[in-house]
Each structure stands twice: as C-alpha cells, then as structure tokens.
Nanobody, 124 residues
Framework: QVQLAESGGGLVQAGGSLRLSCAASGRTFSRYSMGWFRQAPGKEREFVAAISWSSGNTYHTDSVKGRFTISRDNAKNMVYLQMNSLKPEDTAVYYC?????????????????WGQGTQVSVSS
C-alpha cells in the first residue's frame, strides 16, 4: 500500500515557473515507477511525464518537452515536476501516480496508486 500527496500548485502568470512535489509513504517506494498526469475541466486525464525506478530514465509528453522536468529522490520518498515557461493551456489539476511496473507507461490504467491532485492555474 502506497499513499501519495501532491503539493506546490498555485496561480502564476504565463512564462512563470512552479515545482510540484509528491510525497510517498509506504514500503518499497524506490521499486515503483512514478508518473505525473493532469486533467483540465471537461477533458480527459492526460499523461505528462514519468520516471523509472531502475535507471532514472524519464519520459515527457511532446507538449511539455523542454519546459517540464520530472525527477525523484528515493532517499526522501519524493517525486518532483519542475514546470518552466508555463502556458495557459497547462492549467489543470496535476496528479502524482505510482506503478509497480519497472518501465513507465503513458496509460493511467497502468498505475496502481494516485494522489488527490493539486491545482495549477496559468493566466495569460
């Protein structure tokens, strides 16, 4: 059993930056692949980024490449999403997720545990 809690969301102007944090509690956190998803009002949940547990390989969806960076600190049971050059279309609730798969997936159904989400709002 793993519990996840996101923090760091807020309201920023276009071009600004935020860093989201995901605190994990439970056993064997370092053996989980981790992902970030987001969901805007009226839209389906969307994959944003993921990171493996074995090698630290990272994956980012095309719309955020070069702007967002996922990272993790297994010693602290933490996962981060650094978001730079934010755009209004980045506005959404951002969710942290954990998967027992060693290779990250872009599919939300591949993740076993989810946080409650944190709101990110970007004004134009």
């Amino acid at each position: 059993q793993v519990q996840l809690a996101e923090s760091g969301g807020g309201l920023v102007q276009a071009g600004g930056s935020l860093r989201l944090s995901c605190a994990a509690s439970g056993r064997t956190f370092s053996r989980y692949s981790m992902g970030w998803f987001r969901q805007a009002p009226g839209k389906e949940r969307e994959f944003v980024a993921a990171i493996s547990w074995s090698s630290g390989n990272t994956y980012h969806t095309d719309s955020v490449k070069g702007r967002f960076t996922i990272s993790r600190d297994n010693a602290k049971n933490m996962v981060y999403l650094q978001m730079n050059s934010l755009k209004p279309e980045d506005t959404a609730v951002y969710y942290c997720a954990a998967s027992t798969r060693p290779v990250p997936s872009v599919l939300g159904t591949s993740y076993d545990y989810w946080g409650q989400g944190t709101q990110v709002s970007v004004s134009s």
